[in-house]
């Protein structure tokens, strides 16, 4: 951010011109959204967008260009597909031209998950536009990628600056433990902000959980985990959602699941029976009584308007495949409503933030000692105020990431 200052200083923006910002999830979109908001250099003329949204844009606005070279379009669901045409799309100058005219600066974060085809888009970008880029490699939770993309290029253009100050959280304990874990070592077990506990069966953990959420002196609390197999972590869950626990009878709280973007896609999809061919006036008829669901509000709509356009029957597979459409993009482009209690994966929970955390470390943890330091990396950092790690046994306390010299 304070790069993007000095370079709004030094070049001003024209009257047409924008900040692009650029990263694959939701988190860090709205992350880097409000803190470009404050950046009086730039006065608010910026755009923030994941880099699946501005694929989607770049293939439907150069369409007939991707005609013309003998590339298919994917659908707009296919988003590994869709990237690879963009990428392909501005490797031609005029699409980087035409790009680098409305956005001369672009910002990249979390650069460590971009795919080979959303770090070949950014490649791209940068013979055009001036980029600025960040990104953590021990925050990538891929164990497929066993090197980042970005790195590959990287080098021709400039030589990294190592930033080593966090801004998500001022907190000491916070910050020790993840400094530990990042160089290999354990994270002290005990304090008032950051703790370890040993929690063996479900109502003990539940206690734990339900004290914790009491005790948070406000705002909200994420339920992370590294493994839901097995259903430890769920039992623990479903406890704190219905009963009260403990000496003090703390709960219950409604702590929310959230739901993987196919499994609401296929729920949602599922609420109506539709024929195998109906009327545009027949299909709303079979929707609306599900108009509650935000992805069939908007199906209603594209019904009304494709009878609009004149079109007297639609298929309803077709209008299924709509709504799913419609809630995967939302899941993409729109992002999650935040919630006060909510429960979900580590890999959920990435480029998120909340004012505090509760990981529940169960024996279904994966068996790499690499990858679970990051994954406990991961859900530590995400807390602004405090962290409290519940762990399955004793067992697992002798095993990273928990194993080591303290620090």
Known sequence: MEQVKSEATIRPLEAHERVLALTFMHGSRRRLDSRLRGIGEINGRHRAMTLDSLAWRLCKRWRALATSLNIQIPSEADFDATCALAAALLARPAVAAWV?????????????????????????????????????????????????????????????????????????????????????????????????????????????LANFITWRKGGNVAVLTPSRKGGFVDGVVELVRTRKLGKQKNGPYLVEWEVATHAEADRVATLTALPEQCSPARAVELLEPHSQEPAIRTVVDWVRRRAALGIDALKGDQIQSRIKRTITESRHFGGLAARKYSAMTIQQAKNREFDHVAVVWPYTVPRNDDQRRRLLYNAITRARRSCLVMVQSSKLLGEAPFRGRLV
């Not at 953590?136 to 590959?152: A, G, H, K, Y």
């Not at 966090?166 to 902000?193: I, M, V």
């Open 100 to 208: 680098s005219v409305a956005y001369p600066f672009v910002v990249v974060d979390e650069a460590q998950d971009l795919t080979e085809p959303r770090s070949e888009m950014i490649r791209h970008l940068a013979a055009s536009c001036h980029v600025l880029l960040a990104f953590d490699e021990f925050q990538c939770l891929n164990p497929t990628m066993s090197s980042m993309p970005v790195e590959r290029w990287l080098p021709a253009y400039c030589e990294p600056k190592l930033l080593e100050q966090c801004h998500r959280t001022n907190n000491a304990e916070l910050l020790s433990a993840a400094r530990a874990l990042r160089s290999g070592c354990a994270p002290k077990r005990g304090g008032l902000r950051f703790k370890v506990v040993e929690t063996a069966s479900k109502p003990l953990a539940a206690t734990f």
